[in-house]
């Protein structure tokens, strides 16, 4: 199967095999209006299978969520078919809107517009905590 490389835009790359749907629905990637293709179980040496996710447009994406859904994965930056930046994604100090809190008393429960925000407690063991009650994410 051959995939198109792209001129300008994001290769999401090193992804845990299976998770690529994960990221394209939190990433909101639906609602781009350029081409997003989406590569499950591809052979890696390093990981044996990974997925790739390539976005056919340069744009302004939130990618910091990333490190919360999967700490190994690598973004590029492809600008006129050069990679041109590549980094690592880190845990976010925040999560917002991707996760809600499973307290039944959390104030998120009653008050449906609050966002459902975590805050990263224990770096080491990647333990997030609800904003208002304290609520781990298990």
């Known amino acids: 199967m051959n995939i198109d490389s792209i001129r300008n835009g994001i290769v999401i790359d090193h ?6 749907m994960e990221i394209y629905e939190a ?30 447009q340069d744009i302004n994406l939130d990618l910091n969520i990333l490190g919360y859904i999967d700490s190994n994965i690598t973004i590029n930056i492809i600008k006129n078919d050069i990679r041109v930046e590549k980094y690592h994604v880190e845990l976010p100090q925040t999560i917002t809107n991707i996760v809600k ?7 998120t429960s009653v008050e449906q517009d609050l966002d459902n925000i975590f805050v990263l407690t224990d770096k080491e063991n990647k333990v997030y905590r609800c904003k208002y009650c304290e609520t781990a994410i298990e």
Not at 101 to 107: F, V, W
């Open 15 to 20: 992804i845990q095999a299976k998770k690529g």
């Open 27 to 56: 990433l909101k990637l639906g609602e781009l209006d350029c081409s997003v293709a989406i590569i499950t179980n591809a052979r890696s040496k390093k990981m044996g299978r990974k997925d790739i996710i390539k976005i056919a």
């Open 101 to 107: 809190c499973k307290n039944p008393r959390c104030i």
